[in-house]
């Protein structure tokens, strides 16, 4: 089974490269990355790659992708709406951790780095959150400072100030990390709180999508 995973940030390579290694052992992966498309939606709004986006999903379907993910959160939704005229499954990788926030109860905190991922996330989260027929609170957190020493290579302190925002949120039943790229500060928070990230449960659910293209 192939997957293309369309990336903003090189970032995500080796994170989803041991996902899979992890636990999809049948699925190869194919790594696109275009960092421009971040800073593009961030300025102008998500629709404005939309034609960019499509261009990439039709060329990993002509490549012989059986799906494609798209692990950044300020365009999945573009990406996904897409999906319709490809003919092969677009997914975007922050829809199952969504799914699993509103299961969790009805206040979800959604913290990020990057202002231009609330909008859209907050969306799924409602939109998840009408789809189990039940009403929902979303917060949002903005952890300032990060993203600058996310671009700055600084890694451990971009971890290290997103789990101190997330330590600090309180009365609500479920933390979402909006970004792939903050996954592993969900273990560097100690919160009791559920603290939910994307990279796993989406390749999970990409994975089972190509293995259905591959039965059909």
């Known amino acids: 089974m192939l997957l293309a995973l369309l990336h903003t940030s090189p970032a995500h390579i080796p994170v989803f490269d041991a996902l899979r290694d992890a636990g999809q052992p049948d699925l190869t992966l194919r790594h696109v990355v275009r960092e421009d498309l ?5 300025e102008s709004g ?16 002509d490549d012989g992708a059986d799906g494609v993910l798209c692990t950044c959160s300020s365009i ?27 299961a969790a109860g009805d ?15 907050v969306a799924l989260v409602e939109e ?9 609170d979303v917060r949002t957190v903005f952890v300032d400072g990060a993203w600058e ?7 451990d302190g971009y971890l290290d100030r997103i789990a101190a925002a997330v330590d600090a949120v309180a009365e609500c039943d479920a933390i979402v990390l909006a970004q792939a790229s903050m996954a592993d500060a969900a273990d560097r928070a100690r919160t009791a709180l559920p603290v939910l990230s994307s990279p796993a449960p989406g390749l999970d659910a990409a994975a089972m999508e190509c293995a259905s293209v591959k039965r059909a």
Do not use: Y
């Not at 092969?88 to 969504?98: E, I, Q």
């Not at 998840?128 to 929902?136: F, I, L, M, P, T």
């Open 76 to 102: 999945g939704g573009v990406a996904e709406d897409l999906a319709p005229a490809l003919g092969v499954p677009v997914l975007r990788v922050d829809r199952p951790m969504a799914a699993r926030a509103v």
């Open 149 to 155: 020493r996310f671009l700055a290579g600084d890694r």
């Open 128 to 136: 998840e959150a009408a789809r189990a027929g039940r009403a929902v």
């Open 46 to 61: 998500p629709d404005s790659v939309a034609g960019d986006v499509r261009a990439l999903l039709e060329a990993a379907r």
């Open 38 to 42: 971040l800073v593009r939606a961030g």
């Open 107 to 121: 206040r979800v905190a959604v913290v990020a780095t990057v202002r231009s991922t609330f909008a859209p996330t």
